[in-house]
Nanobody, 116 residues
Framework: QVQLVESGGGLVQAGDSLRLSCAVS????????MAWYRQAPGKQRELVAT???????NYADSVKDRFIISRDNAKKTVYLQMNSLKPEDTAVYYC??????????WGQGTQVTVSS
């Protein structure tokens, strides 16, 4: 059973930065395209950013040019650097595989709260 452990969230002010981490307990991490998702109160979970096995990144329009996704295969960890945070970025952030047809069990997520 793959475990996903997200960390790094917190309460920040608009314009601040945070770096999220997600440790993944699987030997196939380096062969798996990964993603960050988020779920705001009362809203559906949405895709934020993806990183392929080759390091190709893609972003939702709402975070483009502000967030950076990266991965460290040796540490089996995926990161999300979040800059210029806005109140609308407030959500619980989760990592999982990019292919939503093959999601692993969700982790507990990490709460990000951005005050104006």
């Amino acid at each position: 059973q793959v475990q996903l452990v997200e960390s790094g969230g917190g309460l920040v002010q608009a314009g601040d930065s945070l770096r999220l981490s997600c440790a993944v307990s699987t030997s196939i991490f380096s062969f798996t395209s990964m993603a960050w998702y988020r779920q705001a109160p009362g809203k559906q979970r949405e895709l934020v950013a993806t990183v392929s096995v080759n390091g190709v990144e893609n972003y939702a329009d709402s975070v483009k040019d502000r967030f950076i996704i990266s991965r460290d295969n040796a540490k089996k960890t995926v990161y999300l650097q979040m800059n210029s945070l806005k109140p609308e970025d407030t959500a619980v952030y989760y990592c999982n595989v990019m292919d939503r047809r093959r999601l692993w069990n969700w982790g507990q997520g990490t709460q990000v709260t951005v005050s104006s």
